[in-house]
């Protein structure tokens, strides 16, 4: 995706040292711009743990790589293979929504045996690493061609007028390798010149749409406005969203669907104003083993402070202020589960299907096993 002038992934192995992954840093944007370089599995664990790295794609594609370092540090020890296997549970505990997370440490461990030798083990996690990342970012492209017609069919509907679309948090090229999911199609309109919009919830508490979708859309030249996250049933009910697109973290094989906390509140008014809410996912996001998801899918509690506290641009730099009284308490559930009687329909890299178990194992056969 374009930084300025620049064509970047979210994470790739350093041209010159290929023992190092590089990411993007994600905490500071949009006001820094930072590359940081992961040596260990335990600075995979921190960048993942403390959101360096975040979103659901991205998530997995950097446990796929925490494989790899994990792997090259394994030649001290007396069995590396047992050594992945600590390193796959230290990664699977460093966030427990996301699917992807556990999807791609399995991908990992399914080629390896106790057998294979140190150097089979790194020349596999490392193969394996740039294969997770690479059928991200197609996956992703391919969401982007699938979702297009949907919002080509309105832009029709509306004889070329605007087409408004709403989004929370961040589904963005920065929450995958490449492209998005949420915002594949957007980008897909955009570059074949249908007139289109996008609300951006600013997505309390850590901002990610106020951040990191407009810093992406506006890399791109898409026309956005930021608006606060409790907004978005004022302006579905005055007909000024004509599609609701977001992404999630998993999605049941059943079609519900965990994403960013606020979702849900979206998918009821977008419901209550016969608005299409739409929601953007690879394969890799499916949960093949959870039939329900409002009651068995986990969701990340995270660190009170982040809703007590809001980072920003000051003149003294990027600052952290604290917004409620010093001791209030706080509680931060990080996800929430839209159940699939709200979703109007998916949109995958193998096409569009319904939110239901028919319908998504249709599409991906492969899920009943
Ligand atoms: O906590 P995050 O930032 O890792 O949450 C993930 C998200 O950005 C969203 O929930 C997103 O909409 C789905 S991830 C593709």
Redesign the pocket.
Known sequence: MRVGKHHFRTIWLDELDPRIVQIIDQRNLPHEFNIEDLRTVDDMVTAIKD?HV??????GAAAGYGMYLAALHSGSFKSPYNHLLDAADLLTAS?P??VNLSWAINRQLKTLTHHHSYEQIVQSTKTMAQTIADEDARACFQIGQHGLPLIRDLSLLKTGAVVNIL?????GWL??VDH???TAPIYAAHDAHIKIHVWVDE?RP?N?GAR?TAWELEQHGVPYTVITDNAGGHLMQNGLVDLVI????RTTYTGDV???TG?YLKALAAHDNQVPFYVA?PGS?FDWETADGVNDIPI?Q?AGEEVKFIQGLSHQGLTSVLLTPSESPAINY??DVTPARLVTGLITERGLCHADEESILALFPEGRA
């Open positions: 959101m975040r979103g659901a794609g991205l998530i966030r929504t996301a989004t929370h948090c961040n589904a929450a995958f998005g999911s949420a997505t850590r990610q990191l977001v992404g999630t973290d965990a994403n960013k979702t996912l996001s990340e995270r990080a996800f």
